[in-house]
């Protein structure tokens, strides 16, 4: 699961801040871990039609599309939308008339199937699976912006993404959803009430705290129900409904050479870990050095050397692996995840390449500047556009992209009430 981002334009991204940072005050603890089985509560989801115009399921066909002439639907998200199997879930911010933030699940066709309405304290939102069902992440609290009233209380919630149902919730947590993943609390430079960077992990199938390895051990990372804890140098990673240890870093398998490797760490600050992979940053006589590991099985899948600023996405349906920006942002490598063997290497001859996207084995991003669409089984290039590259795609086909300057100006009839700053097509 992945945590909101900021907003897209500056008086946004403030206004991001001073919310979040309202959600995010201290709670009443319930129990020992600082979260609990309440909470503030919200209110039921409802159903809610209007901010877009049905349209018939896309029809079949493997080509992508990176640009059409006319859109599907316009997209009513005020911010980059998150797949939930074949649905996308998003963010509404409140209008001048409105008093309530939305968060919306949004069909195939670009019906919006349902809305719920929170604070909006509580910007931070994301995707989850409980069980096999992909699951809405939805904080609530009691802050009061118009007031000027921080949170005394905040919780966090479940929905169903194909039809709104709670899935679990509200459970009381330390503050707003930090992440990666269903990791809540304050940040951890700060000081609020007297506590600094408490952060919990709840589980992924019930919402329950997921109670630390060892005393003092910090959430690091949690995704589908795995997560990883991080000690006095070492990390340990955990099934987050049964409690049972995956993995230890002392037992994981390293590239032949390394040797030294006394301290491991989350290399945090990048965008190196993504979905199930996780980018581990080791340290010791033998100097410094990076790699990723499958999250749940700590299987080794790259060694990436002194690498430390670079990107990685995974696209689960093609097993592969993407790493973008090595060697001085000139090469991208893709892996085989269930093997960890190098499927190509992409050095820039024809223009950097930078992978942002990867989904049913179609990687999505920017060759130079131009948006392109790559075999992920080859790195060739199966595609070209103009404009914007793709920043979401659901299991369904529908891409979704940042609207031209000059889409962005009036809604049409026919999107008439939603927020014009996304486009979506659909694959061919």
């Known amino acids: 699961m992945r945590h909101a981002a900021s907003g897209r ?8 801040g001073l919310l979040v940072g309202a959600c995010g005050a201290p709670v009443e603890d319930t129990t020992a871990s600082g979260a609990g089985d309440s909470g503030p509560a919200l209110p039921e989801p409802r159903l809610d039609t209007s901010t877009s115009a049905p349209l018939p399921p896309p029809g079949g066909g493997e080509a992508p599309v990176l640009a059409q ?18 649905n996308l879930v998003g963010i509404r911010f409140p209008a001048d008339d409105e008093s309530e933030l939305g968060i919306v699940g949004v069909a195939p066709s670009g019906e919006t199937r349902w809305t719920v309405w ?39 919630n479940v929905y169903d993404t194909a039809d709104g149902s709670r899935l679990w919730g509200p459970t009381s947590v330390p503050g707003p959803l ?41 959430a690091l990372y949690e995704h589908h129900g795995a997560g990883l804890f991080g000690h006095d140098g070492k990390l340990t990673a955990l099934d987050t409904g049964s409690g049972d240890t995956l993995w230890r870093s002392s037992e994981l398998e390293l590239p032949s050479g390394w040797s030294g490797t006394d301290r491991v760490e989350l290399l945090e600050g990048t965008q190196g870990s993504d979905e199930g992979v996780v980018a581990l940053r080791w340290s010791g006589d033998g100097g410094e050095r990076t790699s990723l590991h499958d999250l749940r099985t700590g299987e080794l899948l790259a060694a990436l050397g002194d690498e430390t600023e670079f990107r990685s996405v995974v696209d689960p349906d093609s097993g592969t ?8 942002y000139r090469v991208t490598r893709a892996f085989d995840l269930r093997t960890a063997e190098s499927r190509w290497t ?83």
């Open 9 to 16: 334009l500056p008086a946004l991204v403030l206004g991001v």
């Open 69 to 86: 002439p006319e859109a599907a639907w316009k997209a009513p998200f005020d911010d980059v939308p998150y797949p939930a199997g074949d």
């Open 118 to 156: 929170t604070n909006p304290s509580c910007v931070g939102y994301g995707v989850t699976e409980v069980g096999d069902r992909p699951g809405a992440v939805v904080l609530a609290s009691d802050a009061d912006n118009r007031d000027g009233e921080i949170a005394t209380k905040t919780s966090a």
């Open 178 to 218: 930090q992440g990666p993943g269903l990791i809540f609390g304050r940040v951890a430079n700060s000081v609020v009430g007297g506590e600094s960077g408490k952060r919990v992990m709840l589980a992924a199938d019930t919402g329950k705290p997921v109670e630390p390895p060892v005393d003092g051990a910090v």
């Open 321 to 328: 692996l993407v790493v973008s920006g090595l060697d001085g």
């Open 346 to 428: 992409d050095d820039g001859a024809d223009g950097l390449l930078d992978v942002t996207l990867a989904e049913s084995g179609v990687g999505y991003g920017t060759r130079s500047g131009t948006p392109v669409a790559v075999d992920l089984r080859t790195g060739l290039t199966i595609d070209r556009g103009e404009g914007s590259a793709p920043v979401a795609a659901s299991d369904a086909g529908v891409l979704i992209t940042p609207a031209p300057r000059s889409e962005n100006a009036e809604p049409t009839d026919r999107t008439a009430g939603a927020t014009p700053g996304y486009l979506a097509h659909h694959r061919r």
